[in-house]
């Protein structure tokens, strides 16, 4: 079976992480024959060993609301009609655009919905309130055409949150949707008996991992350090990720005076290494289509203290292996935080039941029940 996987780029983040899983995994098998399309060069992962795999294809569409859409997909045609797949599979929207604007119903045709897909929300004429919701309405009427003419589409939803939404704004004969939950290399988080923490042992380490974008809300571990500083218990957050927000919450930081309890380390290869120098897991997303940094989280000992993401739900097995709090209140967050960091017994049950939850996400397994919606579907 030949598979092609298709992703704008390789830059940090839980959609490129799984692809490169994925492939590795398919790769193993010599029943499959996978490809990796890029449409940039530009990856900061390390993948040398699946470099044979990855093709840049520079390609772009734009879309016009007068019909007079500017598409860039020549080479992509051909890199399809070539490589003559039995399965396409799409992840994040921009690949969604693209790669639908070929042709090619000879391949089963598969998104990975790694988050609710703005641009397929229910809208009409008349409740189009903005130029973002006209240009959804646009983009939704194209993409529904395009998966037609491929001879229909499969969903891949990464949690019952985005399987909802998916039942809600697809057309019914376009409803193949499956949920297949994301996974980790479990093995690679797995704590070393013999691993020594490098920190000071006179605080308590968090950290959260995630791009600097207003959506992780980092602004309000912020807060919560702040609150956890005011109650005189010593912590440090580590803060992994880059993006645009950085600037503002070093200004945050600096204001509040909290230079030496919070820092940002930007983008890391290894996490893990992060994660086992922690003590407690935190995450404050807005939304969350699903959670990957919390199961590596999970499977590194970790307990998490998490916001309500909506996609995370399914994660977080209250008291057992974390807290989420449905408010974002630095003080009802630093209360769960409080609670964990002052009770050894506690943290390191919850920590162990946490590892155990994260067993059931091994990629391995993600990989022959996606083999299987390739073969059945």
């Known amino acids: 079976m030949k598979i092609l996987h298709i992703i704008p780029n390789l830059k940090k983040g839980g959609a490129e992480r799984i692809v490169i899983d994925i492939v590795r995994i398919l790769n193993q098998n010599a029943s499959y024959q996978v490809k990796l399309i890029l449409f940039e060069d530009k990856i900061e992962y390390d993948v040398e060993d699946i470099k044979n795999l990855i093709e840049i294809v520079p390609s772009k569409v734009q ?190 930081i600096v204001q509040l005076n909290l230079s030496d309890q919070l820092s940002l380390v930007g983008l890391q290869e290894k996490v893990e290494m992060y994660l086992w120098n922690a003590d407690l897991y935190i995450h404050s997303a807005i939304t969350e289509g699903f959670g990957l940094t919390l199961i590596e989280a999970m499977a590194c000992g970790l307990p998490v203290v998490c916001t309500d993401g909506k996609g995370n739900r399914e994660l977080i097995q209250e008291g057992e292996n974390g807290f989420m709090v449905g408010e974002r209140d630095p003080k009802l967050l630093a209360d769960k935080i409080e609670l964990l960091l002052k009770n050894d017994n506690l943290r390191q049950e919850m920590g162990g039941k946490a590892r155990k939850f994260a067993q059931g996400f091994g990629i391995e397994k993600y990989v022959e029940s996606l083999f299987l919606l390739y073969k059945k579907t």
Request: hydrophobic share 35%.
């Open 63 to 252: 879309l016009s609301i007068t019909k007079k859409h500017h598409l860039s997909i020549t080479e992509l045609q051909k890199t399809i009609e070539l490589f003559q797949p039995d399965s396409i599979h799409s992840h994040l929207f921009e690949a969604e655009i693209v790669s639908r604007s070929c042709t090619f119903p000879k391949a089963k045709w598969f998104t990975h919905s790694h988050d609710r897909m703005s641009s397929l929300n229910n809208l009409n004429l008349v409740t189009i309130k903005s130029k973002r919701d006209l240009t959804n309405y646009f983009e939704k009427r194209y993409l529904l055409k395009c998966y037609r003419k491929n001879g229909g589409n499969n969903f891949i939803a990464i949690s019952e949150d985005i399987s909802c939404f998916l039942r809600t704004v697809l057309p019914k004969d376009l409803q193949s949707i499956q949920l297949l939950q994301n996974a980790i290399d479990v093995k690679r988080f797995e704590k070393p008996v013999d691993f020594v923490s490098e920190s000071d042992n006179s605080e308590f380490k968090l950290i959260s991992i995630g791009r600097l974008d207003k959506n992780k809300n980092h602004q309000l571990l912020i807060d919560v350090v702040l609150e956890l500083k005011n109650r005189k218990i010593p912590v440090h957050l580590t803060i992994v990720g880059e993006g645009d927000e950085r600037i503002s919450l070093q200004e945050k």
